[in-house]
């Protein structure tokens, strides 16, 4: 039932790095859109970036403007996600989506495939 796995969460402190990655189980999803989204504690779930099929579009939250960076394989078929700069605010459970759309999608409920999702904890 699960058809993306999330891998590359940890725990980082204030500054530092980490590279997340999403790949598919079971189908591909090379014509999807994809997106990260991330729900931290007691908080809802809030998009973070988002790319396009081919990764020539990509739109991102304003929160993680200029930190991180969405990126997709050379197939097309895996997708990540650089942070960089990590901020104690940026603690939450991370989680991948796919979507048949062809336009690129920044709403949750737009998306119809998820991950289970990869914890991501920063520490001040």
């Known amino acids: 039932q699960v058809q993306l796995v999330e891998s590359g969460g940890g725990l980082v402190q204030a500054g530092g790095s980490l590279r997340l990655s999403c790949a598919p189980s079971?189908?591909?999803?090379?014509?999807?859109?994809m997106g990260w989204f991330r729900q931290g504690p007691g908080k809802e779930r809030e998009f973070v970036a988002t790319i396009n099929w081919s990764g020539s579009s990509t739109s991102y939250a304003d929160s993680v403007k200029g930190r991180f960076t969405i990126s997709r394989g050379n197939a097309r078929n895996t997708m990540y996600l650089q942070m960089n700069n990590l901020k104690p605010e940026d603690t939450a459970v991370y989680h991948c989506?796919?979507?048949?759309?062809?336009?690129?999608?920044?709403?949750?409920?737009?998306?119809?495939?998820w991950g289970q999702g990869t914890q991501v904890t920063v520490s001040s």
């Open positions: 079971g189908r591909t999803f090379r014509s999807y859109t």
């Open positions: 989506a796919a979507d048949s759309a062809a336009v690129i999608l920044t709403t949750a409920r737009d998306y119809d495939y």
